[in-house]
């Protein structure tokens, strides 16, 4: 596989639908197609990350709101899901250009196998001059794991196949410091660094519009997971695709989240993104620095309370005595086993719990420090 770089763009529903009417909005979206053809033909790898099953579908059935109900909503998105890609593929097809459409629930993604399967799956698709279409598996996907916005789906496929872009695409230009539909003074907000992100204090209402489903905070937290998986964030206007390149090549237009350092370790970004953390560890401030300025693994000396149900092979958040998460990583004991050997040096686990278990609580290849779990 060559190294070209990899975009990945998400487009919302509300760029997808018109606001009146909830119909698709086909210059838009023939807009996109055409803009995302021409990076795939200078040679970028894309990926579209597109909403709009259940929006097409309510335009479909001619409902005209958004269901509440849960099984509705999953009919409703498995009616619109098959009209939307069939818009897509006409469309892309005008062009001679290839796409697929990539069903993605978070339990998928949280099964190392099938994780490292859909990258695999990806960079054949990518081989073969594929454009990848993917949505959430909403028909399948149960309350307790969707992503239920595409926007943190967009920023985990963005770390499972190491891109170096991910542009949120929806119906506003940029971030402003609070909603500019309720705020009309509100600021533009051009560039965000790491820090920042972290500190950013806007009023980022999360209610989105009438057909879209996050509004910005889920905007943000997507941010927040791609920039600490190295991956350059924008949020940009869905109307003008074209923007894509112009960004891509240096122009300052929407609002820029920089990335942090990459970590390519696909493992260790599987652990931080992959995963839904079952439990919490809190541990004593000499764990606190073994772990994260030692490189050490951690040893049930330094815990000191346990929460959560987990059991061994399951991912837990690991927080100073404040709760401030530090780390993440794989535990080599349930919580029960742990309750009961915490503070404890390992040479005492055999008597206490009756078998050695492995010695580590987590090893280190198994540990993700944590510059930003915020989400
Ligand atoms: N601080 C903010 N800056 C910009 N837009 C905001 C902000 N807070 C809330 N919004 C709202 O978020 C909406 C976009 O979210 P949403 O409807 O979920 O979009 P999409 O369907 O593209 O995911 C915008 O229409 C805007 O009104
Ligand atoms: N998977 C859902 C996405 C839900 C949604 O509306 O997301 P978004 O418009 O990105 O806030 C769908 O296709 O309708």
């Not at 990350?49 to 109900?69: M, Q």
């Not at 859909?118 to 307790?144: C, S, Y």
């Not at 989240?257 to 652990?271: H, P, S, T």
């Not at 009961?340 to 040096?345: F, V």
């Amino acid at each position: 596989m060559n190294h070209a770089q990899t975009i990945v763009v998400k487009i919302g529903t509300s760029s997808l639908a018109q606001p009146e009417t909830g119909k698709l909005a086909l210059s838009t979206i023939a807009a996109l197609v055409e803009s995302l053809t021409e990076l795939r033909q200078l040679g970028y790898f894309v990926v579209l990350v597109s909403s709009g099953a259940v929006g097409v579908g309510c335009s479909r059935l001619k409902l005209t709101e958004r269901p509440k109900k849960i099984a509705t909503k999953q009919a409703i998105a498995a009616v619109g899901q098959g009209r939307l890609i069939r818009v897509y593929d006409d469309l892309f097809t005008a062009l001679n250009q290839p796409i697929a459409q990539v069903l993605l629930t978070r339990r998928e993604l949280m099964e190392r196998s099938c994780y490292v399967n859909a990258k695999n799956t990806f960079d054949a698709l990518f081989e073969l001059g594929v454009i990848p279409i993917v949505n959430e598996n909403d028909t399948v996907a149960i309350e307790e794991l969707n992503f239920g916005d595409n926007d943190t789906l967009s920023a985990l496929v963005a770390s499972l196949i190491n891109a170096h872009w991910l542009f949120i695409l929806t119906d506003v230009d940029q971030l402003y410091s609070a909603d500019p539909r309720t705020f009309p003074d509100a600021k533009p907000i051009k560039v965000v660094n790491r820090l920042e992100l972290d500190q950013l204090q806007i009023k980022a209402g999360n209610k989105g519009s009438q057909w879209g489903t996050g509004g910005m905070l889920t905007k943000l937290t997507a941010a927040r997971l791609a920039t600490s998986a190295g991956i350059t964030t924008i949020i940009t206007h869905g109307k003008k695709p074209e923007n894509l390149l112009k960004i891509i090549n240096g122009e300052d237009i929407g609002t820029k989240f920089e990335a942090q350092l990459k970590n390519d370790n696909a493992r260790k970004r599987w652990i931080a993104y992959g995963l839904l953390p079952s439990g919490k560890l809190y541990l004593d401030q000499g764990a606190v620095k073994a772990i994260s300025q030692k490189g050490k693994s951690l040893l049930a000396a330094g815990i000191i309370k346990v929460e959560g149900n987990f059991y061994s092979a399951d991912a837990v958040q690991l927080c100073d005595k404040n709760g401030k998460e530090i780390a993440r990583g794989i535990v080599n004991y349930s919580q029960e086993e742990i309750e009961k050997i915490k503070g404890n040096h390992s040479d005492n686990i055999p008597e206490i719990l009756g078998y050695d278990g492995g010695g580590t609580i987590i090893h280190r290849d198994n540990l993700v420090i944590n510059e930003t779990f915020k989400n």
